[in-house]
T-cell receptor, first 112, second 115 residues
Framework: GEDVEQSLFLSVREGDSSVINCTYT??????LYWYKQEPGAGLQLLTY?????DMKQDQRLTVLLNKKDKHLSLRIADTQTGDSAIYFCAESSSGGYQKVTFGTGTKLQVIP | NAGVTQTPKFRVLKTGQSMTLLCAQD?????MYWYRQDPGMGLRLIHYSVGEGTTAKGEVPDGYNVSRLKKQNFLLGLESAAPSQTSVYFC??????????????FGPGTRLTVL
């Protein structure tokens, strides 16, 4: 079945860039997503990328997709303490009910 | 617009007790989902529904039942709770969109402890 893998933890200093990485196995993925979960809250969609794109930029967020290696990354520029959260990578493929498979989440800790 | 709401927010059960978690959405979404979140395991899909009156099993359905009698509500039931069901439960909904995009909207979660 589909699998999405992420490292569990990342620590960065405030003002630095953060890069969170993700690998997936489903070659038929059509969309890849990044969700953010703040403490005690549900997940919220940050951004997504269509599988025929290799980059998407949205303010401080840059998503890079290497479809050949099935590798997705999220770069957060000028990381702030408010960016401390768990970040989930996810993928979906077309057809059926468009099942979404989530990764295990990467906890980002921003050190002031 | 309340989005996705869940009740209750917290619950403690004894082994063998039953309970129902309620999820409601006011966005007229077709699809609804129940997930559980456990440390180091991410989100795992329990059951889902593609429309009113229909439900289907997800990745970890054992010990749970669901019902979707109304489009806006999705109920998750535990008939006989076990300590292994201690978890945080999230409900989500998404609109039916063409082309494979599935943006899910999540509720705030229910923290369940089974003693």
């Amino acid at each position: 079945g589909e699998d999405v893998e992420q490292s569990l933890f990342l620590s960065v200093r405030e003002g630095d860039s953060s890069v969170i990485n993700c690998t997936y196995t489903d070659s038929s993925s059509t969309y890849l997503y990044w969700y953010k979960q703040e403490p005690g809250a549900g997940l919220q969609l940050l951004t997504y990328i269509f599988s025929n794109m290799d980059m998407k930029q949205d303010q401080r967020l840059t998503v890079l997709l290497n479809k050949k290696d099935k590798h997705l990354s999220l770069r957060i520029a000028d990381t702030q303490t408010g960016d401390s959260a768990i970040y989930f990578c996810a993928e979906s493929s077309s057809g059926g009910y468009q099942k979404v498979t989530f990764g295990t989440g990467t906890k980002l800790q921003v050190i002031p | 617009n309340a989005g996705v709401t869940q009740t209750p927010k917290f619950r403690v059960l004894k082994t063998g007790q039953s309970m129902t978690l309620l999820c409601a959405q006011d966005m007229n979404h077709e699809y609804m989902y129940w997930y559980r979140q456990d440390p180091g395991m991410g989100l795992r899909l329990i059951h889902y529904s593609v429309g009113e009156g229909t439900t289907a099993k997800g990745e970890v359905p054992d010990g749970y039942n669901v019902s979707r009698l109304k489009k806006q509500n999705f109920l998750l039931g535990l008939e006989s709770a076990a300590p292994s069901q201690t978890s945080v439960y999230f409900c989500a909904s998404s609109p039916r969109l063409a082309g494979g995009l599935n943006e899910q909207f999540f509720g705030p979660g229910t923290r369940l402890t089974v003693l």
